[in-house]
Each structure stands twice: as C-alpha cells, then as structure tokens.
C-alpha cells in the first residue's frame, strides 16, 4: 500500500511540475524563399483533387544558418472542396552555405478565403547528427508562408 501511495504522489508532483511550465514562446529561426515550378494536377483521387508543385530552388537565411534550397523537391497538396481546406506537404532538402545538406519535411493545412484564411505548416529538419546544425533536429518549428515574385516565402520560428 504504501508503494502504490508514493508511486500515486510521484505522478501528482510531476503533474504539478508541468502545470507550472510557461506558456511557448516563439523564436524566429530563418525565412525560406522557394522558388516554384508550374503546378500541376494528378486529378481526383480517392482522399482528394491532388496537386503536385514542383520546388526549383531559391534560398534561406536566418541568423545562425544561410544557404540554398536545392532543385527537386515538390509541394504535394491535396484539396477536399466539401471540408474547405488544403492539406500540404512538402518535401525537400536545403544545402548551408558551408555545404551541410539538411532534408525539410513541411506539412500544414490552407482554409478559409481573404483575410480569413488560415495557413499555417510545421517543417520537421533532418541535419547530421554531427554537424553544426544538428540544433535543428530538436525542437518543434511552426511556419507561416506568404508569397512573393516567383515563388513563396516561409518564416520559420522555434517553440520555446
């Protein structure tokens, strides 16, 4: 009895720890500028009317990392018309300017119309667990992506 007793205050006090945890705060990481291939659609599928938006190229800088987004990579977007919505996910690597290849896994969702649109996504960062960038393997990241010229800018801020 005594055991399940203390074992039941070790998940209260824990609990209470994690209640007392402030709210995330955001830091600002870097902004992509991804330049964009002409658009193109798979068609109604089973889960959606598929689109494919190739990645061709374009660029990256924040204060601790700059480089290059490398050619081949896609933005695979997948609209539902009776739910109102986009569902996304891109898919591509980055190159540092000091030559460390990273992959970028960017999944979100685009609903609404005008100044009521939502459009948010959250990239995932694949670095070498040996490299300088490996900070960028653990944490959570959120994005929310405008557009310019040729293609479309993601800002790219850290949860803290």
Not at 71 to 99: F, H, K, P, S, V
Not at 119 to 144: G, H, M, Q
């Amino acid at each position: 009895m005594k055991k399940i007793t203390l074992f039941i205050l070790g998940i209260i006090c824990n609990a209470m720890a994690f209640a007392q945890v402030p709210d995330p705060e955001v830091e600002f990481v870097l902004e992509l500028k991804v330049k964009l291939g002409e658009a193109f659609s798979v068609g109604q599928t089973a889960h959606g009317n598929r689109f494919v938006i190739p990645i061709t190229g374009g660029s990256f800088e924040g204060p601790n990392i700059k480089g290059e987004i490398l050619n081949g990579g896609a933005d695979y977007q997948l609209q539902n018309a009776e739910m109102g919505r986009t569902e996304l996910e891109a898919i591509y690597c980055i190159r540092t300017d000091d030559g460390v290849s990273i992959h970028v896994r960017n999944c979100g969702i685009i609903t609404g119309t005008g100044e009521q649109t939502y459009f948010f996504t959250a990239p995932k960062f694949e670095a070498p667990a040996d490299s300088k960038y490996a900070w960028l393997n653990n944490a959570i990241y959120v994005c929310r992506p405008s557009g310019f010229n040729d293609g479309i800018s993601l800002k790219v801020w850290k949860i803290k």
